[in-house]
C-alpha cells in the first residue's frame, strides 16, 4: 500500500515546523553542514522524536542498520592524580592509603585473568601520577601485549599523553613513535571534558586547556594514531559550550581525520566535589546523543556508554544517532566510584539480545572498527529500519 | 518507515480507531520516534496544555498475607507465615500522617488478599481514616474485592456500595497483569479470572467509583496477549467511561518464581506506552512507572504518550521486594518533568488539577520528611523493630 498522505513525516514535518527546525530538516535531507547557531536551536528543542528522527536520518545514511559493539576490558593502571578535577570521584593524591599502581606483573595479571573472554580491546586509562618513570608506561603496554598479542592496546588519553612525554624529556613524536613500538594501538576519547576554557578554568584548570588538548589529539593523529573523542555533559557547561565543543572536535576532524567516534560521557556527580548536581536526565542523554549525530558530519560513528547512560537508555539511543554502544567492558571502575548503579560488565549475548530488540543488527568490531563478527544469516534490514 | 506503519499512522492522523492487527503491528515496530512522535500528537490532541501532572500519595500496604499466591509477586506471604503482618491502627496513622505532612491526599490502601479480613475490618478501617484525616481513599483492588464479597456473602455491588459509603473513594486498577485468562492460568492460576476483573471494574462505574486501569507486561504474554488486554479496556470504557488512567508497568521478575524471566527493557516500556496511548483512544490520562522504570525512562515517557507522572508513593514494598529500587521525591519529580519542557502540577485521583504550593514549601516539607525517614532508618539499625512494610503499585 502507497503511503496516505497522513504520514509520520508530516507528523514530524510539522513538530520540526513548531519548533522552528524546518531550515535545519532540509539540510539534513541535503547533507548540508549545520552551523553553530543550527545546534543552539536543536538545543533548544524539547521535541526529543523530532530529534531522533533527523538523527536517525544520518545514522542510517552512515550505518545503514548496523549496531556495533566491542568485546573490552579496562584496566585503570592507576587511581593517583594530581589534577584535582571536582568532576572525578576516583582519584586519590600521592599519599593516601587507598592510592594504588599496577605494576607492569599486575597488568600482566589482569590479562591473564580474562584469558578466557575472547577480548580484541584492553583499554587502559587513569590518574595522572608523576612518580610514574616513562619505562613504567612503555612496560605496562608491552605487559598486555606480550601476555596476550592479539589485542589491540586502547589506551592514554591526551592529558596522559602528555604526562608521559613530560617524564621521556622526549619531543613528543618520538614518544608516540615508542609508544606504538611497545604495542599501542589507538587511543580512547577521554578527558575532553568540555572544550571551553570556562568550564576548564571552573573544574579542571590543573588539567590541559581546550587548545591544548586539541594539539594534542592532532598530534597524536599526525603520528598515525587513531582517537575517540568524549564529552562530559550534565555539570556546569552551557547548551552553549556544549556546541562550541561539538565545532571544535568537527573542524579538527576535518584537518587529521583521525578520530574514530564520538562518545558524549553523562555526568556522575555522587562522591564527586559537584554531588549536589542532579543526575543527568533521559531526555538529556538522548537529546545529546542527537545533536551531536546532527552536528558531527564528519565523525563516522557516535557511541552511547551504557555505564554512564545504563543499559536501557543506551538501547533507546539507537533511535536516536548512536551506531555504537561500547562494549562488554569487564570491571568499570571510574564511573562506579561516581555512584554508577548500572552493572560493571554485560555478557556479549546480553549486548547482542539488547541490539536484536531495538530492531538493529548486532556487528562486532575491534578498537580500529574492523569487523569480527556477524550474524552468518541475519535476515537482513528489519522492516522500517531503512526508510 | 514502512508502508504499513504510515497506513497506520494515517489513520492516527484522521482519528480513526486502531483495531487490533494495527496495535499487533506497532507492538513489532522498532522504530521509535516514529512511534513516540504519533503518541505525542495523540497525547497533545487530548492535552493541549505544556503540563505534565502528579499526584501526592502513599502506599499504605496494610497486609502481606495471601492466599492468591501468584508466581510474578515477592510481596506476599501465605496465612501462617511468620513474616506476614497486618498493620495496626497506630502503623497506619502514622504512615496517613506522614503522607499528610508532606501536603498529600491519596492513600493508595492495598494488599494481599488475607482470609482473615472480612467486610467489617475494611468498613471500620476506613470509616476510621475518613474520620481522622481528610485524605481521598484509593483502595482496594478487584481480587480483593471479588474475595471480600465471596466471603461476606454478598453481591459485589452490595459489597462495594457498602465501601464506598465507608469511604472507599475510587479504586486502582491493580492486578489487571494482562486480562487474558491463558496469561492469568500461568503466573496467577488462583487470582481473579479477566472477566472477574472486568466486572469488579464494571460494578465500580455503574456505582460511581472510578478507577484506574493497568497493564503487567513483560512476564510470559505473546504482544497478541496484549493487544488482548488493551481491547477489554477499550471496550468497557466505550461502555462506562469510568477509567481514569492507563498504567502499563513491567514484570520484575528478580526475586519471584518466574526469575528465568528476562526483564522487560525500557525500549519495550516507551514502545508499549505508545501502542497503549494510541489504541486507547477513550482514555485520557497515561502514568508513568518511575518505579519500576527508573527515572531516565520515566521522563523520557512524557514524549511517548504520558501525561502524568504518578504518585510520590512514599513506600514501595511490592516492586522492591521483587528487585526494583527505584525511589523518588516530589522535589526530584518535579525536576525531570520540568526538564522535559512541561510545567509539573499537582492534580487529585481524579485527574483534577489542584493549586500548586511554593516551590520553597515543598522544599521545606519534603526536608522535613527526609529527615524523619533518615532517623526512622537510624534507629531501625539500631535495632529497633521494623515497621512492616507498604507498597503495592498503582
Redesign the interface.
Known sequence: ????????????EA?LDRAGLSSIYRKVLDGTRLTGDDGLKLAEC?????L??MA?LVRERKSGNLCYFVRNQHINYTNICNKDCSFCAFYVRAKDPAGYVLWPEDVRKRVLEQMEEPVTEIHMVAGINPRLPYEYYLDIVRAVKETRPAVTVKAFTMIELAEIARVARKPREEVFAELKAAGLGSLPGGGAEVLSDRVHREIFPLKLTPAEWLDWARAAHLAGLRSNATMLYGHIETAAERIEHLLKLRELQDETKGFLTFIPLAFHPENTEMAQL??T??????KQIAISRLMLDNFEHVKSFWIM??P??S??TL??GADDIDGTILREEITHAAGA?TPQALTRNELV??VK????EPVERDPLYRIIWREAAHDGA????V? | ???????I??KV??RQRLDAKDALFLFE??????L???A??VRWRIHPEPVVTYVVGRNLNYTNVCWVRCKFCAFYRPPGDPEGYVLTRDQLGEKIQALVDVGGREVLFQGGVNPQLKLDYYLDTFRWIKTNWDVHLHALSPVEATYIAKISGLSLEETLSKLRDAGLDTLPGAGGEILSDAVRKEISPLKDTSDDWIEVMRTCHRIGVRTSATMMYGSVETPAQRVEHLARVRDLQDETGGFNSFIPWSFIPDQTELSSV?RA????Y?RTNAVARLFLDNVRNFQASWVT????????A??FGVNDFGSTVLEENVVSAAGG?HTMDLP?MI??IE???FAAIPRDTNYTLRPAPSREEIDARWGRHRARTAALAAAEAGGAPALPGQGATQ
Not at chain 1, 500500500?1 to 514530524?12: D, G, R
Not at chain 1, 524539547?46 to 523530532?50: E, I, K, P
Not at chain 1, 536526565?281 to 538522548?286: A, Q
Not at chain 2, 518507515?1 to 497506513?7: A, G, K, T, Y
Request: charge should be negative; aromatic fraction near 8%; charged fraction near 20%.
Open positions: 500500500m502507497a503511503p496516505t498522505p497522513h504520514s509520520v513525516p508530516s507528523v514530524f513538530a524539547q521535541d526529543v522524536n523530532a531522533g528522527y536517525n542532579p543526575a536526565s533521559g531526555l538529556l542523554d538522548l547512560v545504563t536501557p537508555v538501547q533507546l533511535w536516536y548503579r539480545d539488547l530488540e531495538a530492531g538493529r528489519r522492516e522500517g529500519a526508510a | 518507515m514502512s508502508d504499513r506503519f504510515l497506513e499512522a494515517g492522523r484522521a515496530y522498532p522504530d521509535l520516534p516514529a513516540g512522535a504519533l505525542d500528537m528476562k527493557s525500557g525500549f519495550d516507551l522504570q527508573g527515572p531516565k525512562v520515566a521522563q523520557i512524557l514524549r529500587t526530584e525536576r525531570l526538564d522535559a519542557g
